[in-house]
Structures are given as structure tokens and as C-alpha cells.
């Protein structure tokens, strides 16, 4: 054995708690699922999802993006091909009434006001959520809803293998086009979906980017939006918010009206220029606060103040859709009068209807600010994966604790579940969820078990356990570091507004352990949450766990602890992926 591979088993045990016989595994480079032997395809929707899978993952489709990202035109002549190939024009998408959206963050939220607002007018609605976006949370088939709700996974399997063979059939073995990739594939069923369920409009959410997302090949949608920016996947957009500006305006249309939140100048000077160039009129959406006077505050059905503004943009994204299609009741639309912020024109200022006013009250967006409280335990969970995201999350998770404060004689655990994946620097992240003061911070790959391969839905071909393993050691030690820094004589100073938001929302200072927090690392998702939970969750139970996941002290140590606490806190953040394997044990029913 090399000594490398020696050093790095020998970290694996000290480090982490794995199930008996795993560590003598890990070393090997075994993929998280091997892909499934070439067979005639079955019928059932996991053969559907395993094909798809086997198309090209997400981290492959995202390279070839990095290495072609220049030669936009060629991208989407591509998509056109492909949906040409499937029987569909890009005319025959402009049935489909498209509300376009894109952002860094919250575009995702804006789509689900925006859809369930004008599901209350009675409209039937479609809602892709691209791949390049975020992961879906437990199933695939999550990405394409009608009114709300995922399509079936008979459904999914009817419309997957009509388009499979379609474009099997159509392929041409000479060219270098021959199936889509992931990505593309999705968003190529989405349109076939909503145009043979006839919906009355369809919100579609962006995947990375604007200008070469191959939902870009939409070419008359009723409206476009554009939520809040931010630094991220800078690889593929560019390492400035000017340039990530740039590649969300290229969503934007000739003639059809845009909107946006307020962004930094020079973002918003480069999405006004984008907007300019080819006369697409671009509106900037006052807050929420002056859509709320003269009547009651707006209550939101997700979390957070900095769902605010998501909600903003969906109000007038749903108004300017109601008033271009001439519904009843909705006035023209018109600027109420310029902007301060690079001259661009504010939004209509106008009193949110009865419809509006329940769409953003009944919105559900499972992952995103999501509290269950399950007796002792109260599980917060919030996909942030960003440091403006997990910021968010801090303010929110501490907002809520205020909220649901048990008492200063009533002893409570605070617990911190973490992954980060790709190639973000999870120190940032970790830093910035400090101020939360939890008790013990516990790292795990995004796998549900051990051995994912029977469930296609959480199948990763990308990454070795190898790999998900050391990344969570690497967490562990960014962490540890972490605690060695708040060991110097600031200790007890006063956070910064910026990681914890505002003072007055600050929790008293709690005596830390004299070692600091404790950290574990576990081999996947079910181990976590069994060592958490400590058979105290009433629909969490598990028929025994394994014995090992108290070999480590600190393991054993915390067991008693979480067994004996009033009240214990866990918030699931850092990936999406994660909170959807979270999701999935602890809630069974939406893998059904």
C-alpha cells in the first residue's frame, strides 16, 4: 500500500465515523453508482431516470459549456436541432406563453410566486426548473409541474421514452450531434409536456447563465425577469458581477418587457445597456414596502426577509403576464416614474389583488427556509450555497430560534449538518454559519446510504466515495480552524451585522464547550440523521443503527447529550443535494 493511501486511511479512521467494514473500502476509487449495463430499456420510471442519468451528468454538460461558452450562436443552433429532431419548431413554442427567468439568487423562489399567483386566477400553469439551475431534491420528475404539482412518475415515464426513441430514431451516427445532453434533454421534454397539456402559461427557469442556457432558444416569452446577482459559477460566467450581468441579460428580447430588483450600479448599468441594444424595455421593481401601503402588509409563504424582493419581482412579472394577455382587471402597464438607479424606469406601483395576495401567502418551496418540527427536534433546512445564500440562512435560522425560544433553564443542542460540493470554497461558508453558535457541526457526503444504486434519482457517476469522503474531512478541518481562531481573546466580541444581521437579532452568548464545537463526519446522509436524532424524531425511526456510529468519543459524548436535551436545533445547509437527501428520510412520502 502507498504510503499516500495509508496517511489518507489512516485520517479516515481518526477523523470520521463510518459503519463497520466501509473503511476498508473507501481507499478504493469505486463509484457512488455503477452505471447500468446496456440493456433493452424497461417501462418503469427508475429505467427512465437511469437512462436519462446515462445520457451525460451535469458536471460533464458544464465543462463542455466552459470550453464552448464563446461560440453561443453554434450552442443554440444545436438546441434547435435537437428540438427539431423531436418534432417541434421553435415557433411552436411561443404557444406556450413563457415568463423567462434568471438570476443568481432567488430566481428559483420568483418562479414559485410568480406560478402559484396566477394558478389563483384559475389558469393552468406548467414550471420547469432547469438542471443547470439547482438540483432537484428527491426526484427528477420534481422539475416539470402542472399547476403545482411534479408530473407522475407515470407520466414522466410516458413522455421520457416517447422523446428517447424520437430522438434515437433521428439521430445521425456521422455527426457529432447524436442525443442530448442532460440538460438539454429536460428542457427539451418540458416544452413537449406543457404543449400536450395545453397549459395556459409555462414559468421557466433559467439553468447557469442566460445567454447560452439552451432555454435560451425561447424566442418570444411574454415577459423576462431577472432576481438578484452574485458571484458565482464564475468558471462558466466570468469573474466580475459585470460579466454575470452580461450573460443573464442575454435572456432579454426585442420588445419584451423586463424586470429586475435593485442590483449594484455596475450590474445594473450593464443589464440596461444589454436591454438598450436590442429595444427591450427594462423596468426596475420598487420594494415591496411601497406595494404594501394603503393596505395589510403582504404575508409570505417562504421564509426569510430576503424573500422580499423575490416577491416583488413576481408581482410584477405576474401583472405585466395578466395585463399583456388582456385578463380582466389588470390595469396597463406603465412606469409610475423614473428610477434614481441608472435611469432606469421604476415598475407600476399598484395594490396587489386578492389573487396575488393568497399566491404569495400559499407558496410552497420545499428545501428553501423550511422548518419541521418533530417532537424534540426542530429541523430547519435551506439549500444556501453561496456566501450572500448562506448569509440569508444565518439571519433567518437565528430569526427563527429567537422566535421559538425555549427558555433560559430549558437545556437545547444546536446542530450544524453541512456539505459543500464542486468547486466552491467551503471556508467562507463555514465562516460566515459561525455566529449560530452550535454545539456540534456534522459533515456527510450527499448520499442518502451508503449504497445509493438502487434509487436512480440519487445517482452520481462524477465522484468517487473516495472523493465525497475527503471533502468532508476537509470541512471538518476548515472548521477546526475555525475554532482555533475564536479561541484568541476576541471571543466574546460582537459578531459583524453582515454574517449574523442586525444586533438586535443577536443571541446571547452561550459557554462553549473548552474544547469548542464538535465535529463529526458520517459516510452518508442516514447516519447523520440517526446519530442526531437518537430515535427521537417520531417519523424519523430506524429498525436498529449501526453499532459504530458511537465509536468515537465524540460520537458516544454527544449521544448522551442529544438524548437528554429539551430541545434540540438542526439546520441542513450548504447544497441543495443535501437537504434533498434530508428530505427524503425524513419524509417519505415525497419519493411516492
Known sequence: MSRARSH???????????????????TGRRELSARPAPQEPGMEYQDAVRTLNSLQTNASYLEEVKRRR???????????????????????????????????????????????????????????RSPGSSPHLVQVRERIRINGQPISPEHFTKHFWRLYHRLEETKDSSSCVSMPAYFRFLTLMAFHVFLQEKVDLAVVEVGIGGAYDCTNIIRKPVVCGVSSLGIDHTSLLGDTMEKIAWQKGGIFKHGVPAFTVPQPDGPLAVLRERAEQISCPLYLCPPLEALEEGGPPLTLGLEGEHQRSNAALALQLARCWLQRKDHQGIGELKASRPSLLCQLPLAPVFQPTSHMRHGLRDTE????????????????????????????????????????????????????LFNSTGDRDPAPLLKLLRPCQFDYAVFCPNLTEVASTGNADQQNFMVTLDQVLLRCLEHQQHWSRLDEEAASPDLWSTPSPEAGGPAALLLAPRLPHTHGTSSLVFSCISHALQWISQGRDPDFQTPSSPRDLLAHPVANSGASVLREAAAIHVLVTGSLHLVGGVLKLLDPSLSQ
Not at 8 to 26: K, Q
Not at 82 to 106: F, M, P, W
Not at 389 to 399: G, K, M, N, T, Y
Request: hydrophobic letters at 40%.
Open 8 to 26: 489518507r486511511r489512516a485520517s479516515l479512521f481518526l477523523a470520521a465515523v463510518f459503519p463497520r467494514g466501509v473503511t476498508t473500502r473507501v
Open 70 to 128: 464563446g461560440d453561443l450562436q453554434t450552442q443554440l443552433e444545436t438546441m434547435k436541432l435537437y428540438l427539431a429532431r423531436s418534432g417541434l419548431q421553435v415557433e411552436d413554442l411561443d404557444q406556450l406563453n413563457i415568463i423567462h427567468v434568471t438570476g443568481t439568487k432567488g430566481k428559483g423562489s420568483t418562479c414559485a410566486f410568480t406560478e402559484r399567483i396566477l394558478r389563483n386566477y384559475g389558469l393552468k400553469t406548467g414550471f420547469f
Open 365 to 416: 418551496w420545499l428545501g428553501r427556509t423550511q422548518i419541521l418540527c418533530r417532537g424534540p427536534l426542530t429541523w430547519y433546512l435551506d439549500g444556501a450555497h453561496t456566501c450572500s445564500s448562506v448569509q440569508a440562512c444565518v439571519r433567518w435560522f437565528r430569526q427563527a430560534l429567537h422566535r421559538r425560544k425555549s427558555g433560559p433553564e430549558v437545556p437545547e443542542v444546536r446542530v450544524l
